[in-house]
């Protein structure tokens, strides 16, 4: 099945140690989106890229970044996580062909910072 | 900007009854709306959508919504409540831009149905 796959599940890194989150699709979608989703809160935006063009959001700390090497890929680093970094990250895609649809989801990372 | 307000963070049901879960919305522009439904350490996964061909949308697993303009309101709703219902519900307003369409979400309400 066609579908938006992210790895690990679950990561725990240590503060201040770098780490990457990974995302692929098999759904050929142009846009991929990454949303941080805090304990019992809604998922936010961080950035999203239309095909290689990327876009960040205004208030999305300098550090995260991302990278989309080609259509399938997507990466969330996070430089030097801080305990307020951990959260489950969750990766999506969409086709805006016509008119808007919907986003499709992978099962999400969750992040642990000891 | 676009926003969604959803009213009431938790909702408690019996199996059986009526769900009835609250979104309304904010929109200078005809809206484009979403529910999607997370279960525990899940990503999420669409109930519906509304992209203005129909008031009353039918979605997954029973559920439906119905665009009220007049009261800027896509409310979700299921006749009869399983237990396996029992997720947190995020209503959802796309804001379409060239740079490709974003997801505003609601603050979600959790779900329980009791037996």
């Known amino acids: 099945d066609a579908m938006v796959i992210q790895n690990p599940r679950y990561q725990v890194t240590q503060f201040g140690k770098p780490v990457t989150l990974s995302c692929s699709q098999t759904?050929?979608?142009?846009?991929m989106y990454w949303y941080q989703q805090k304990s019992s809160q809604a998922p936010k935006l961080l950035f999203h890229y239309y095909d290689k063009d990327f876009n960040n959001e205004a208030d999305t700390p300098d550090n995260f970044q991302s990278r989309r090497p080609n259509t399938s890929f997507c990466f969330l680093d996070i430089r030097s996580p801080g305990l307020g970094d951990a959260a489950m990250y969750l990766c999506?895609?969409?086709?805006?062909?016509?008119?808007?649809?919907?986003?499709?989801f992978g099962q999400g990372t969750r992040l642990t910072v000891v | 900007a676009q926003s969604v307000t959803q009213l009431g963070s938790h909702v408690s049901v019996s199996e059986g009854a009526l769900v009835l879960l609250r979104c309304n919305y904010s929109s200078s522009v005809p809206p484009y709306l979403f529910w999607y439904v997370q279960y525990p350490n899940q990503g999420l996964q669409l109930l519906l959508k509304y992209t203005s061909a129909a008031t009353l949308v039918k979605g997954i697993n029973g559920f439906e919504a119905e665009f009220k303009k007049s009261e800027t309101s896509f409310h979700l709703t299921k006749p009869s409540a399983h237990m396996s219902d029992a997720a947190e519900y995020f209503c959802?307003?796309?804001?379409?831009?060239?740079?490709?369409?974003?997801?505003?979400f609601g603050e979600g309400t959790q779900l329980t149905v009791n037996p």
């Open positions: 999506a895609t969409s086709s805006p062909t016509g008119f808007v649809t919907e986003a499709f």
């Open positions: 959802a307003v796309s804001e379409v831009r060239t740079s490709g369409s974003r997801l505003t």
């Open positions: 759904l050929n979608h142009n846009v």
